[in-house]
């Protein structure tokens, strides 16, 4: 796990456990308050998690969001959205941009990633060259943080399909629609979609193009990285019942693990561990008995986060081996 040199973790993942301990002891009032405040994040910026890298290693950096994620789910869905942004612009060869990472890395400055509009389908987003920078239109179906975030990595297909990679700030602006998204579970992390018709972006704010299918190679490390959300979830409520669920972890992280580097083992190592997930929060519930149906509890949250991670990032190919996993 690689990190800021001014904002190191003690202790990595095991620091990650401690954090995650003390939002947790919040969680359920933060969802059932549906929002959370830029100060709960400051927690993970204090302690240099903004500062943490995806070019690091993979097995810490999957279990500092296993860990998290087992805190506050919410909070880790911003934090988590953040981390692709910082080496992009470090990477980036547009004067200026570089500045910006000190902030980023600190979390002085704080993004969020719009990245599907890269995929084949209705919600694709366009982005055109224009005099003096770029024109952008079309909608992105889900985009974290927004009103806790400053900027946004934006992606989309220029006119001969190369991906472009765009920093915009995360402000209102009348070339951009924001509509709240009514979710399932994590209703605090602030997640909406956003609709871009004639968005203006300056050039000075081109991180980088490439094209799509290079992104789409690299995309599946991402994805294996999700799968530690639902791993994270397991983990807690495992601790909540207090039972011994090591082996089915451990199979999780491992399959996880070996998928980063092995996109083709994605969808079954996804499908592994957001089921184990749903498993182990059912579990909860039913060992809860009838408290577990009442409001503001772990129980009932964990379980509706399982459930929504279900659903979180998926592909057909997950989606089948889920269905697969799932059928009795």
């Known amino acids: 796990m690689t990190l800021a040199p001014s904002h190191a973790v003690d202790g990595g993942p095991a620091a990650a456990r401690r954090i995650a301990d003390d939002l947790f002891a919040s969680a359920a009032e933060v969802d059932s308050a549906g929002r959370l405040t830029r100060a709960r994040l400051d927690r993970l910026a204090d302690a240099g998690l903004y500062g943490v890298s995806l070019q690091g290693d993979f097995a810490d950096l999957g279990d500092v969001v ?18 692709g942004t910082a080496p992009a612009v470090a990477a980036s060869t547009t004067p200026g941009m570089a500045d910006r990472v000190p902030a980023l890395r600190s979390g002085a400055l704080r993004a969020g990633v719009a990245l599907s509009g890269l995929r084949n389908g209705p919600m694709q987003v366009s982005v055109e060259p224009v005099e003096g920078g770029f024109r952008v239109d079309g909608t992105v179906g889900w985009l974290t943080g927004w009103g806790l975030i400053d900027v946004v990595q934006l992606a989309g297909r220029g006119p001969d399909g190369t991906a472009y990679f765009l920093l915009v700030d995360a402000v209102p602006d009348p070339a951009v629609e924001v509509r709240p998204l009514d979710l399932l579970a994590i209703q605090a992390s602030s997640t909406v979609s956003v609709t871009f018709r004639g968005l203006f972006v300056p050039e000075d704010r081109l991180i980088r193009t490439e094209p799509v299918d290079t992104w789409a190679a690299a995309d599946a490390r991402g994805s294996a990285l999700n799968g530690f959300l639902a791993l994270g979830v397991a983990q807690r409520c495992a601790r909540l019942l207090d039972d011994d669920w090591t082996a089915e972890i451990d199979q999780a992280r491992d399959d996880l693990l070996a998928a980063a580097d092995q996109p083709d083992l994605v969808p079954a190592a996804r499908a592994r561990s957001a089921a184990l997930a749903w498993l182990a929060a059912g579990s ?38 889920l269905t697969d996993r799932l059928h009795p």
């Open 66 to 83: 296993a860990a998290l994620a087992g805190g506050c789910l919410a909070s880790t869905f911003i934090w988590l959205q953040h981390l």
């Open 284 to 321: 909860l519930m039913a060992a809860t008995g009838g408290r577990a149906a009442l409001a503001g509890g772990h129980p009932q949250r964990l379980a509706r986060e399982a459930a929504l991670l279900l659903t979180f990032g998926t592909r057909p190919a997950i989606r089948a081996e």
